[in-house]
């Protein structure tokens, strides 16, 4: 793809937008920037706070730990960690520079503060509201609210004393948010093309960001003692080949992070696990293949490139488990690196989502490192198996002739099809 094609600025400017680092799971950091910012409008220290969260955030932060809270979980820790020690500029690391003082603030804070949460119901999947009050007669201000929809950084609307300082739209049903590059603009010919010849100065600082960060969280995760100690327990049962390897290396980055080590995490579709599986194994494949770094650059945009666009269809939160989208585009990554082409790398991903498609998202912690262990594996067998001459067919289930066709049903299963077992989920986590 020429530098001139209009696809080519598009296609980088989604690497930029999506290769972001996090410190923590993304949707308690993203209750937490709403609250830093709702107290930078609320010009004090808020003495009530009312969150409102839709189900899938709520699925989704309810029992993970937040980093920088001395091993607080939940959405009340998170309002509370960014309202303490918060910093809303720094984005999804907004809470990545607390002081040991600050950690103990946080649950002081939280002993004492009225935080209540309940559960939105806009008909959005992602939608996150913050409500701040003051006391004090003398406060720069009496109430605040911070909207963000969509996506983990978008806000959309502010509130200061009921008088509206910003107020933007979600995003229409399949349409691109707000300020971000239309990601129908992806397919799979495409992604092949643009990470086959881009010019690598124009995404290694990104990739240089993203092999740093999930390497030295993965090897974190197997050093310590983190979650269930997933991939170390892979690695004794399983042995070290790389395939283990791959899988193990993923599965302990994750554990780490869903934990609360606090090492930042470079994300994927707004999620760090899934910027873990996209990245992880390819690392450890590279290395063992012992592939240039050009090889591996390359291998990272089409996987980091196919797991979004297969995301794009489905929504960044669903019932529909998101590793398996990147297990299987890290498939297509290593089939690269082991000299596989396009049809190599398109197999991988339609043989990896028909064997894992069913795997359901009940929110983030421990266990998604065996899920990303498993899915992982998946796309790895998805390509051993078209390498090795076997493959499955369209009409096999919800798989279609060509890997387009695929990648438009797995988009239904997870957008629509699952949006029942997605409320069913949540209901089954807050004991409904």
């Given at each position: 793809?020429?530098?001139?094609?209009?696809?080519?600025?598009?296609?980088?400017?989604?690497?930029?937008?999506?290769l972001?680092?996090?410190?923590?799971?993304?949707e308690?950091?993203?209750?937490?920037?709403?609250?830093?910012?709702?107290?930078?409008?609320?010009?004090?220290?808020?003495?009530?706070v009312?969150?409102?969260?839709?189900?899938?955030?709520?699925?989704?932060?309810?029992?993970v730990?937040?980093?920088?809270?001395?091993g607080?979980?939940?959405?009340e820790?998170?309002?509370a960690?960014?309202?303490?020690?918060?910093?809303?500029?720094?984005s999804?690391?907004?809470?990545?520079?607390?002081?040991?003082?600050?950690?103990?603030e946080?649950?002081?804070?939280?002993?004492r503060?009225?935080?209540?949460?309940e559960?939105?119901?806009?008909?959005l999947?992602?939608d996150?509201?913050?409500?701040?009050?003051?006391?004090?007669?003398?406060?720069?201000?009496?109430?605040?609210?911070?909207?963000?929809?969509?996506?983990?950084?978008?806000?959309?609307?502010?509130?200061?004393?009921?008088?509206?300082?910003?107020?933007?739209?979600?995003?229409?049903?399949?349409?691109?948010?707000e300020?971000?590059?239309?990601?129908?603009v992806?397919?799979?010919?495409?992604?092949?093309d643009?990470?086959?010849?881009?010019?690598?100065?124009?995404?290694?600082?990104?990739?240089?960001?993203?092999i740093?960060?999930?390497d030295?969280?993965?090897?974190?995760?197997?050093?310590?003692d983190?979650g269930a100690?997933?991939?170390?327990?892979?690695?004794?049962?399983?042995?070290?080949?790389?395939?283990?390897?791959?899988?193990?290396?993923a599965?302990?980055?994750?554990?780490?992070?869903?934990?609360?080590?606090?090492?930042?995490?470079?994300?994927?579709?707004?999620?760090?696990?899934?910027?873990?599986?996209?990245?992880v194994?390819?690392?450890?494949?590279?290395?063992?293949?012992?592939?240039?770094?050009?090889?591996?650059?390359?291998?990272?945009?089409?996987?980091?490139?196919?797991?979004?666009?297969?995301?794009?269809?489905?929504?960044?939160?669903?019932a529909f488990?998101?590793?398996?989208?990147?297990?299987?585009?890290?498939g297509?990554?290593i089939?690269?690196?082991?000299?596989?082409?396009?049809?190599?790398?398109?197999?991988?991903?339609?043989n990896?989502?028909?064997?894992?498609?069913?795997?359901?998202?009940?929110?983030?912690?421990p266990?998604?490192?065996?899920?990303i262990?498993?899915?992982?594996?998946?796309?790895?067998?998805?390509?051993?198996?078209y390498?090795?001459?076997?493959?499955?067919?369209?009409?096999?289930?919800?798989?279609?002739?060509?890997?387009?066709?695929?990648?438009?049903?797995i988009?239904r299963?997870?957008?629509?099809?699952m949006?029942?077992?997605?409320?069913?989920?949540?209901?089954i986590?807050?004991?409904?």
């Amino acid at each position: 793809m020429e530098r001139t094609d209009e696809r080519y600025g598009q296609y980088v400017a989604i690497l930029e937008e999506e290769l972001v680092a996090a410190m923590g799971c993304t949707e308690p950091i993203a209750i937490a920037l709403a609250a830093a910012r709702a107290r930078e409008l609320l010009g004090t220290r808020p003495v009530r706070v009312e969150v409102a969260a839709s189900g899938s955030i709520i699925k989704n932060a309810k029992s993970v730990v937040v980093p920088h809270t001395g091993g607080l979980k939940g959405i009340e820790a998170a309002a509370a960690a960014g309202i303490v020690a918060g910093r809303a500029e720094r984005s999804l690391e907004v809470i990545a520079d607390v002081s040991p003082t600050d950690i103990e603030e946080v649950a002081a804070y939280l002993e004492r503060t009225p935080i209540t949460v309940e559960r939105a119901d806009t008909g959005l999947d992602f939608d996150i509201v913050v409500r701040v009050f003051a006391d004090a007669q003398d406060a720069p201000a009496r109430s605040a609210l911070v909207r963000i929809v969509d996506f983990h950084t978008n806000i959309v609307r502010e509130e200061r004393d009921g008088a509206v300082l910003r107020d933007g739209a979600p995003a229409s049903e399949g349409g691109a948010a707000e300020g971000m590059t239309d990601r129908g603009v992806l397919s799979m010919e495409g992604i092949w093309d643009f990470a086959m010849t881009a010019e690598l100065d124009d995404v290694r600082d990104l990739l240089d960001r993203q092999i740093a960060c999930n390497d030295a969280i993965a090897r974190e995760g197997l050093a310590g003692d983190w979650g269930a100690n997933i991939g170390s327990v892979m690695l004794g049962a399983y042995g070290d080949d790389v395939k283990s390897r791959a899988c193990a290396c993923a599965a302990a980055a994750s554990d780490a992070r869903m934990s609360g080590c606090e090492l930042p995490v470079v994300i994927n579709s707004g999620s760090g696990n899934q910027g873990i599986t996209v990245s992880v194994p390819l690392i450890v494949y590279a290395r063992h293949l012992g592939s240039s770094d050009e090889q591996l650059y390359r291998a990272l945009v089409l996987s980091n490139l196919v797991a979004i666009h297969q995301k794009t269809g489905i929504g960044r939160l669903s019932a529909f488990c998101g590793a398996v989208c990147a297990g299987a585009a890290a498939g297509a990554g290593i089939a690269y690196l082991d000299g596989g082409g396009y049809c190599e790398a398109c197999h991988a991903v339609v043989n990896a989502l028909s064997i894992v498609a069913g795997m359901v998202c009940d929110g983030a912690k421990p266990s998604c490192a065996g899920k990303i262990a498993f899915s992982v594996n998946a796309g790895i067998l998805g390509y051993v198996m078209y390498r090795d001459g076997q493959q499955f067919y369209g009409g096999d289930g919800i798989v279609k002739k060509g890997v387009e066709n695929t990648i438009d049903s797995i988009a239904r299963l997870g957008r629509d099809g699952m949006r029942a077992t997605n409320d069913e989920i949540i209901r089954i986590m807050l004991g409904a």
